[in-house]
């Protein structure tokens, strides 16, 4: 039979040992942060301490921006405003803007810039490309692809974008680009667009970029959906 002050003695003898090795541990700890060697040690732990509040900060915003896109997508929830309902971003064609690199103008890659400016269902890669004039008073488009997504990159005058969106009551979302801007906006297959110059004397001018061969002689294609333009 177990001696109950001897089981007793064991139990608090180990707990003393554990203490006394914590204590000693810990005073080594001290003793070692103190020593001018550890300063190089400490510095690189609070380094790796603030590189991970920053990730946790950049993961956090990521999450909150791409939420936001979601929302905001064709204007869905009633949330967008008229650009998102038209799928399109604006950018100044002149300084300061972010598509404006140096003296030289504007450049950009209407692909990459769809993508990372939240423009959702444009082409994702440019398999066919066409780039344009429409003058005072033209139009183009005014079609729906069934065979391709298409990126838009439209600069030089006033010219009304139409873009059909089944969230919009009225069945499609309409904008008007300035003069001075420069829009990339995207049309997701199956939904029909249209580009119609506003302008009192300038030409509009187009780049369409597709991820698809679109052949106009079949059924991939309707044409003449509205009939008011």
């Not at 298409?150 to 009304?160: M, N, S, Y």
């Amino acid at each position: 039979m177990a001696n109950p002050r001897r089981n007793s003695y064991s139990t608090s003898q180990s707990s003393d040992s554990s203490s006394f090795q914590f204590q000693t541990q810990s005073s080594s700890s001290l003793v070692l942060l103190k020593k001018p060697h550890a300063f190089p040690f400490l510095v690189l732990l609070l380094l790796l301490l603030a590189m991970a509040m920053a990730m946790a900060w950049v993961s956090l915003r990521l999450q909150y921006s791409s939420s936001g896109v979601r929302r905001q997508q064709l204007g869905q929830d009633g949330l967008g405003d008229e650009d998102s309902k038209a799928n399109l971003v604006r950018f100044k064609s002149g300084s300061p803007s972010p598509i404006v690199k140096d003296n030289r103008g504007w450049l950009l890659d209407p692909v990459s810039l769809a993508l990372h400016s939240g423009v959702k269902g444009g082409a994702v890669s440019c398999l066919r490309v066409h780039l344009g004039e429409i003058r005072h008073g033209g139009m183009r488009g005014n079609h729906r692809h069934y065979a391709c997504n298409e990126t838009f990159v439209i600069w030089g005058a006033r010219t009304k974008f139409r873009l059909e969106n089944k969230m919009v009551d009225r069945g499609y979302a309409e904008v008007t680009v300035e003069e001075d801007e420069v829009v990339v906006a995207a049309s997701p297959s199956g939904t029909a667009h249209a580009l119609v110059n506003v302008d009192a004397s300038r030409s509009t001018f187009f780049l369409g970029c597709q991820d698809g061969m679109v052949n106009t002689n079949n059924s991939n294609t309707d044409f003449n959906v509205w009939k008011d333009l």
